[in-house]
């Protein structure tokens, strides 16, 4: 028998996309496009699983999550959530969510957790999300590594890269400025855009944040400004646009290089004269919105090739902040771990005491690609794996376990990323031997720290590039 799913959400296009996918891997759907429209729904019908998005025109995600459950206790209620903090999730989860998943939705994801959640016991994850009336979710869990920081509700590092970045943070914070954030995919562009609206005066208002990568012309305008009744096919009722979401507040754009010439021109007259019109309206909405914007390209070269507009450019431009990979920022992964351990295990309701020392080795030795989503994905794996004690490296991802064992070859270890060397520059032997470290240090990025594969590469044997290594070392610590 097919397992049933109501999708509660007020943007319909995101209604059909869930429910054709739903669809399509065997569940039957039915939607609902507001809160009450959906409770209404659960008190007529019976559904396996709810997914709801957190913000909804007439109701909030957790306001529905409540009364679903005091309608039917045994419903799964995923909530949908563009707020990729820990407050938002652990606030669902307390109030009985079984989990929640953030925009923008990864249809492999959106499978996963929804498979997960159907294989356990109604008991099971209603304790373990703190139901009224069942034993509350565990506060605080024991870690293995020292303690960490955090800067309101994200983990906040004690490398120099990290240090030298929240710097910048909390030099912009304040002000007014635009701000684009440059960084490769996954190393918490929206969490930085999210800290630095925190830090501002505007803390206390809204925090909107808009995925322009996937979204179509037509699509992008009604995001952005909204849209009246009958303003093009779709358009069932009138809907509030971004800006008018953000008002007074903060508007997040990740990948903003992905928007049309035409949208871009639209988005400068908006920021020029702070008042647009809704898609297919005629009223002037007034707004006051401070735009962070985020891209994985250089978006001076993206104006350069014809990409993007120079002029909106130049508005958005009036700070930049590069945010650093993970693999530059090694003495924090540890503490990143033990971070994301804790949030897993509020969200679970786990108490996982920590990490085996050959686990935080290959944490070490790995290049992550995928910078800091990988790393959440693989603790959350991991967690979901491992039912009591610590984690062990029968846990951990292929990719990642390669890593290791391309490590065990009996030679010593030497975690070459926190080699600094020596600024000399303009010493002939040391500029030379500089050179060679860069192109070391290069290669083993490009093959994630697999040394074996670096040694063939460089046409070297092991030894050689373990002596290399091992001599920058004692020249860092000679000078």
Known sequence: M????????????????????????????DTAHSGLKGIAKVKESTFDVVLCDYRLGDKEGKDVLLEIKTINPETIVLIITGYSDIKTAVEVIKNGAYDYITKPLIPDEVLNVLATALKQPADSFSRQAGVPGSPAAPSSVKSTAGPHKLSGEYMVGQSSVTRELYNQIDLVAPTNYSVILYGESGT???????????????RDKPFIAMDCGTLSKELAGSE???????????????????????????LFLDEVANLSYEIQASLL??????????????????????????????????????KFREDLYHRFNEFSINLPPLRQ????????????????????????EGFE?????????????????EFRNVIR???????????????????????LSSENTGQPQVDISQIEFPPKERDLKNAAAKAEYETIMNLLKEVNFNKKRAAEILKIDRKTLYNKIKNYEDTRELN
């Open 2 to 29: 097919k397992k049933r799913v109501l999708i509660i959400d007020d943007d319909t296009d995101m209604c059909l996309l869930l429910s054709r996918l739903l669809t399509k891997n065997g569940y039957e759907t």
């Open 188 to 202: 918490g562009k929206e969490v930085i855009a999210k800290t630095i609206h925190d830090r501002s005066n505007r």
């Open 381 to 403: 794996r991991a967690v979901l794996l491992t039912a009591s004690g610590k984690i062990g490296v029968a846990t951990l991802p292929w990719e990642i376990k390669n890593a």
């Open 357 to 373: 020392e050959e686990v935080m080795n290959a944490f070490l030795n790995y290049g992550w690609p995928g910078n800091l989503r």
């Open 224 to 250: 952005l400004f909204g849209h009246i009744k009958g303003a093009f096919t779709g358009a069932l009722n009138d809907k509030e646009g971004h800006f008018e979401l953000a008002n007074g507040g903060t």
């Open 269 to 306: 007259r908006v920021i020029q004269e702070r008042k647009f019109k809704r898609v297919g309206g005629n009223k002037e909405i007034h707004i006051d919105v401070r735009i962070l914007v985020a891209s994985n390209e250089n978006l001076q070269e993206a104006y350069k090739s014809g």
């Open 329 to 352: 920022r090694k003495q924090d992964i540890l503490s990143f771990a033990n971070y994301f351990l804790e949030k897993t295990n509020v969200e679970t309701g786990k108490q996982i």
